[in-house]
């Protein structure tokens, strides 16, 4: 593993919601350079690279991958591609962090672990709620004893009947509520609580008959140490998107909208002494550069999260089983 000092060059692969948000992160995180970024059409790439001030622009990926001047690449890439091309850029050298899914099935997530374990180096995964200073402040007074949460609450809601990223832009494939979305709670519960999950039960509504894909979840959930957790996901909601977690403890309520947090009567909780930035994206990608100069295993290390999907992959059975795959 690489243990330089010196900084990191990345390369960053996608230029959609997601990329834009590593791109900005990026700016403000210490010791990261940002050399290049990837994208199809190149135009696409051309233009994020000019708006942030990254030299070079391109629209291949595995020539990228090949350069021996890159140290890491961060994949915000459509999902169907992320198992392939964290494979590709840990067999050619480079550290990775691939954006939330690891993969859209467990033979993928298995694969990449493998590949991680046998390079040895920094392979890490975008579940992002555990750098998000909400969830953080939540997460160190479970540790700490002062907090024994007892059900999380999650909604996680959006009007996407097109296929529309998060910035309302049309793209080229699909979304998916169970293997991306899904996978931020089923992690985040495990995060949160130290357990396992040993009960996990899955509805899912019709399929969209143009996308393809349900457009509507219910997700039940329970921890080895009977932590309750219920997750409804659509794709129909006509409101503000996105997702709100309540965590329902032993001394108190508490309710998460990403980096934000109050109480069950709505008032502001001070997150001042969460020890990670204000921006959680931020957080992550700070993270990820600093395992990589200190030669350490990362917060959110493919292995760490590997088991979610495991559980992601049992509820993909569930919903075949019910003959309602997506």
């Known amino acids: 593993m690489n243990t330089e000092r010196g900084p990191v060059r ?67 890439t459509p999902t169907q591609m992320h198992a392939e091309q964290a494979l590709a850029a840990l067999r050619a050298g480079k ?33 992002t709620r555990r750098f998000n200073p909400s969830h953080r402040w939540v997460h160190d007074r479970v540790r700490s004893g002062e907090f024994t949460l007892q059900q999380l609450q999650v909604r996680t809601h959006f009007l996407r009947r097109s296929n529309t990223n998060a910035r309302g832009e049309p793209r080229t494939w699909t979304d998916h509520l169970l293997w991306h979305h899904a996978a931020h709670t089923v992690d985040l519960v495990r995060y949160q609580t130290g357990e396992e999950i040993d009960v996990a039960h899955v509805l899912a509504g019709p399929p969209h008959p143009e996308l393809g894909i349900a457009m509507d979840m219910a997700i039940q959930l ?3 140490g009977g932590v309750l957790c219920s997750l409804s996901l659509s794709f129909n909601n006509d409101g503000p998107f996105g997702s709100d977690f309540r965590y329902i403890g032993d001394t108190g309520t508490y309710l998460a ?27 992550q990608d700070r993270e990820f550069v600093a395992a990589i100069r200190d030669g350490r295993t990362p917060e959110a290390a493919v292995a760490a999260v590997l088991p979610s999907y495991r559980v992601l992959a049992d509820l993909d059975i569930q919903l075949a089983k019910a003959d309602h795959t997506p």
């Open 10 to 76: 990345i390369a960053l692969a996608g230029t959609g919601a997601m990329g834009g948000q590593h791109l900005a992160a990026l700016a403000k995180v210490p010791g990261a350079v940002v050399d290049t970024v990837v994208s199809v059409p190149v135009d696409q790439a051309r233009e994020a690279a000019e708006r942030h001030g990254v030299p070079h622009a391109e629209p291949d990926l595995q020539r990228v991958l090949d350069r021996d001047d890159l140290d890491a690449v961060i994949l915000a």
């Open 95 to 127: 550290h990775v962090l691939v954006e939330i899914p690891l993969a859209d099935s467990w033979i993928g997530a298995q694969r990449v672990a493998e590949e991680a374990e046998r390079t040895g180096l920094v392979c890490m995964v975008g579940h």
């Open 222 to 224: 329970r921890t080895s």
């Open 257 to 283: 909208r990403y980096d934000n947090l109050v109480d069950g009567h709505d008032r502001p909780v001070d997150l001042s002494t969460v020890d990670v930035p204000a921006n959680g994206v931020e957080g």
